[in-house]
T-cell receptor, first 113, second 117 residues
Framework: EADIYQTPRYLVIGTGKKITLECSQT?????MYWYQQDPGMELHLIHY???????EKGDLSSESTVSRIRTEHFPLTLESARPSHTSQYLC????????????FGPGTRLTVT | AQSVAQPEDQVNVAEGNPLTVKCTYS??????LFWYVQYPNRGLQFLLK??????LVKGSYGFEAEFNKSQTSFHLKKPSALVSDSALYFC???????????????FGKGTKLSVIP
């Protein structure tokens, strides 16, 4: 099992609420990523970071924001949740080299009512 | 640009039979190729990768994959399937010569493997 953690694992909230999905890793990896995945479907990259104070948007447009103040921590925030945000969110990290595999957390299943 | 295709949405195989999950890719330069497995309500787990060298790569849980440059394929194989192998399998690629954002992986749409007892 990889040392990458996500909390909460499941979250049900009402429309308009602000939420933060937590992701942390203890492997000292520079690179971190957030993916959005509908159940049983493909992954879409929404944010990534190559190190502290580095954040970039991914291929899929997202209303979420991220921050990277510490190497080990890469939280994702939704300022105002909507039902269209209902999905699974996967956090991943990888080491410095491009040939290195990404390690995934267990995911957060978000439902917005 | 890099892309990957998994032509089968679902593969069914009887327990004990060999299994193959197909993957083809497209890159400008040389590829880094990966296979991941996802069990229900879990994140992805790394199975194996091809970087360079031997075209047959061995990975976790008895899986292996064969890199074929002429056919731009990287099919996942296992000699004898187990019921516990039933899961969603993702192929991913990264172009060695991609520029900005070069650490990004492009994932296929996934193939659901069902091993029938």
């Amino acid at each position: 099992e990889a040392d990458i953690y996500q909390t909460p694992r499941y979250l049900v909230i009402g429309t308009g609420k602000k939420i933060t999905l937590e992701c942390s890793q203890t492997m000292g990896h520079d690179k971190m990523y957030w993916y959005q995945q509908d159940p049983g479907m493909e992954l879409h990259l929404i944010h990534y970071s190559y190190g502290v104070n580095s954040t970039e948007k991914g291929d899929l447009s997202s209303e979420s924001t991220v921050s990277r103040i510490r190497t080990e921590h890469f939280p994702l925030t939704l300022e105002s949740a909507r039902p269209s945000h209902t999905s699974q969110y996967l956090c991943a990290s990888s080491h410095r080299q491009g040939m290195d595999e990404q390690y995934f957390g267990p995911g957060t299943r978000l439902t917005v009512t | 640009a890099q892309s990957v295709a998994q032509p089968e949405d679902q593969v069914n195989v009887a327990e004990g039979n060999p299994l193959t999950v197909k993957c083809t890719y497209s890159v400008s330069g040389n590829p880094y190729l990966f296979w991941y497995v996802q069990y229900p309500n879990r994140g992805l787990q790394f199975l194996l990768k091809y970087i360079t060298g031997d075209n047959l790569v061995k990975g976790s849980y008895g899986f292996e994959a064969e890199f074929n440059k002429s056919q731009t394929s990287f099919h996942l194989k296992k000699p004898s399937a187990l019921v516990s192998d039933s899961a969603l399998y993702f192929c991913a690629v990264r172009d060695l010569y991609s520029g900005a954002g070069s650490y990004q992986l492009t994932f296929g749409k996934g193939t659901k493997l069902s091993v029938i007892p």
